[in-house]
């Protein structure tokens, strides 16, 4: 049943216009660009699939539920420090860290409750504030359901990726339109396999990894990540 | 995780340093602003930290911090992912988020300048973000642009036009840009600077003590 209150709470959190950051986040697209290795709709298309099937389903979509379902924020840290060991390249941390951290600043200065007390935990222990981890954070505090968060987890995720290849000039805005329903395609494949409770943070997107890790070795850098 | 309440905070929380943007067009000398900003305001005994937006390298935060002006580790850089108006308008989190971590780590810090990245007549600072915003524009990039009426120019808290020197190599008429600047703001301050000579930055330093950090 279609429940218009839901609907534009998903609009407002899931909505690139939301300010958390988001935008200054390529997860891999400029690195590869600036090898040649993505260059074409085509080439997006798969990346995102990519991400989202070897990387957002089995790594942050995992953390972002043993989060959700934590009894206290202690374990929510606990969670946070396992993505921290889970995460191999430094820059793919930092990224993470960076994202969730910006979440988190947005989720206090909205009021959130848990943020409030969860950004006194994260500003202690450098360790803490992974995007993930955070997303549960916030959005438990937004009021969304764990089904909507993980959407608006995967979802920002790929509107952040179409919007980075559009403005690095790889993809034109009509084509980041069609590639935002293929993404959709995929990521309603990728929701309905929900994983198991026990599901360990894994993740398998080597190509990716070292693109980020390669960012700042780049003089020509315009993303964080 | 429910149950949980929020864990009350115990101690007077530390004043947080202000906020002082400065917006303003690619090649107008911002960067030189922050290098001669930084001594004027330390020769005031002022404790200060610098943020830049870089647009496609990290050049000028690299610039500040090997200017010998300032320790290194009170330099951050800010990724403005192609979007140079959002990181300081729209979206200013990561600033907001990097401003904070360097109040963390240097706890006396007063004043936090942020550099944009550049842009056009167009960028405002968010008022989330920064406390005062000044917008730098130089002689050279047109007498004109005063009178074009961008946000930056009519609603920063301080213009600044720079690059006076240039004036007569250029063919502006150095006056009647001021006063045009002057007639477009409703009475907000304009002032000249040289930032390669140094001149006109004390006026700068004065006004932001003046109506920054509130001292006479």
């Given amino acids: 049943m279609f429940d218009p209150a839901a609907a534009l709470a998903l609009l407002q959190y899931g909505d690139s216009a939301f300010p958390a950051g988001g935008f200054a986040f390529s997860w891999g697209i400029e690195g590869l660009a600036a090898d040649g290795m993505l260059e074409t709709v085509e080439h997006l298309d798969r990346f995102i699939a990519d991400h989202l099937v070897h990387r957002w389903q089995t790594m942050d979509r995992v953390l972002l ?17 396992l993505a921290e060991a889970s995460t191999l390249a430094a820059e793919m941390r930092e990224g993470s860290h960076r994202a969730g951290r910006a979440l988190l600043g947005v989720a206090v200065k909205l009021g959130g409750p848990l943020a409030i ?13 992974h995007l993930p981890v955070v997303q549960a954070v916030a959005w438990r505090d937004a009021g969304l359901t764990l089904e909507a968060a993980e959407l608006v987890s995967g979802w920002t995720l790929v509107t952040g990726l179409v919007s980075a290849a559009t403005r690095l000039g790889i993809i034109g805005h009509i084509e980041g339109q069609r590639s935002l329903v293929n993404a959709r395609s995929v990521l309603s494949e990728v929701l309905a396999e929900v994983p198991d409770a026990d599901a360990v943070p894994s993740s398998f997107t080597p190509l990716i990894d070292i693109a980020v890790a390669r960012g700042p070795s780049r003089h020509v850098r315009m993303f964080a990540t | 995780m429910n149950q949980l309440s929020p864990t009350p905070t115990t101690g ?22 922050v290098e001669r900003l ?70 006396g810090v007063e004043l936090i300048l942020l550099e944009s990245g550049g842009d056009n007549l167009a960028s405002t600072f968010s008022r989330d973000l920064t406390d005062f915003w ?20 009519i609603r920063s808290d301080l213009l600044v036009i720079n690059k006076t020197d240039l004036a007569p190599h250029v063919g502006v008429n150095l006056e009647r840009m ?35 950090l509130f001292r006479a």
């Fill in chain 1, 65 to 81: 539920r043993r989060a959700w379902f934590s009894p206290d924020l202690e374990a929510v840290a606990a969670t946070d420090r």
């Fill in chain 1, 117 to 129: 007390t969860y950004r006194q935990m994260v500003s202690a222990d450098p360790r803490l504030g």
């Fill in chain 2, 12 to 33: 007077s929380k530390p004043i947080a340093a202000a906020r002082v943007g400065i917006g303003g067009p690619v090649g107008s000398g911002k960067t030189a602003m």
């Fill in chain 2, 38 to 107: 930084i001594p004027a305001l330390l020769n005031r005994g002022i404790d200060i930290a610098v943020i830049t937006n870089d647009l496609v390298t990290a050049e000028d935060a690299e610039r500040v911090r090997r200017s010998g002006l300032i320790d290194p580790a009170r330099v951050s850089a800010v990724e403005a992912g192609a979007c140079p108006h959002t990181v300081i308008r729209e979206d200013p989190t990561l600033n907001i988020e990097a401003a904070d971590e360097l109040e963390r780590r240097f706890p």
């Fill in chain 2, 134 to 153: 000044m917008f730098v524009i130089d002689v050279a990039g047109g007498d004109d642009i005063p009178r074009k009426r961008g946000p930056g120019v």
């Fill in chain 2, 178 to 212: 001021h006063q045009e600047a002057k007639s477009v703001r409703s009475g907000r301050p304009v002032l000249l600077t040289n930032c390669r000579k140094g001149e006109g930055i004390e006026a700068v330093v004065d006004l932001i003590e003046r109506e920054v």
